[in-house]
């Protein structure tokens, strides 16, 4: 049996990745509206990704460090005040600009 190169593999694995992440998108995210109100444009919810990808959190303990970005805030708020469109443009920006 042949093996095919690793890096083709790995290029199989995110057009894989990025048609599923399209589909799930086409089929159950686009179109849809905010959960509440007040409502968020998308470039409200792309300021606070690049905000929280920019200011990331770093922690040492002993001879581990550990960062993390604070990505989650403008993810929960996005979900909830954003509609689909928004979200899914907002993230795509703020978290590409940073």
């Known amino acids: 049996m042949r093996r095919i ?3 083709a593999a790995v290029w199989l694995w ?3 990745l990025g048609a599923a992440a399209a589909a799930v998108f086409a089929t159950g995210v686009h179109g849809r509206a905010p ?3 007040p409502h968020l ?3 409200a919810v792309a300021v606070g990704f690049l905000v929280a990808e920019i200011c ?3 922690i040492q303990f002993r001879r581990s460090a550990h960062s993390f970005s604070l990505a989650d805030v403008p993810f929960v708020f996005g979900l909830a005040f954003a509609g ?3 979200f ?3 993230a795509l ?3 590409g600009a940073a």
């Open 5 to 7: 190169p690793r890096s």
């Open 14 to 16: 995110i057009s894989l």
């Open 35 to 37: 959960l509440v109100a």
């Open 41 to 43: 444009d998308w470039w």
């Open 56 to 58: 990331v959190v770093h």
């Open 84 to 86: 689909g469109d928004a």
């Open 88 to 90: 899914v443009l907002g």
């Open 93 to 95: 920006a703020g978290a």
